[in-house]
């Protein structure tokens, strides 16, 4: 089980999507994933990967086509600090 972590970017990007009930949903579902077992317990459908560059070091995976989150996970002590969730374009502009 992990402890859970949210950067004031990720509560921003999470307020701008409370009308959106099934989205949210989904990111909240998600959420409950990463608690439990963190991304090994990501199903392999939402693409969960590492990313590079600026936000290398980072996973990140799809909750929708063109809708994802980012994460940084710690394993000791497990950790995960939830920083983005967007488009892509919103996120990797």
Do not use: A
């Not at 459908?45 to 909750?63: F, Y």
């Amino acid at each position: 089980m992990y402890q859970l972590q949210l950067t004031s970017q990720f509560k921003k990007d999470l307020k701008k999507i409370k009308n959106n009930k099934k989205r949210l949903k989904k990111v909240l579902d998600l959420i409950d994933l990463l608690i439990e077992g963190g991304v090994g317990n990501v199903p392999i459908e939402m693409r969960p990967h590492k990313l590079i560059g600026n936000w290398n070091g980072r996973l990140e995976c799809h909750i929708e086509s063109d809708y994802l989150i980012i994460w940084f996970e710690e394993k000791n002590p497990n950790i995960i600090r939830l920083e983005r969730v967007g488009s892509h374009s919103e996120l990797f502009e």
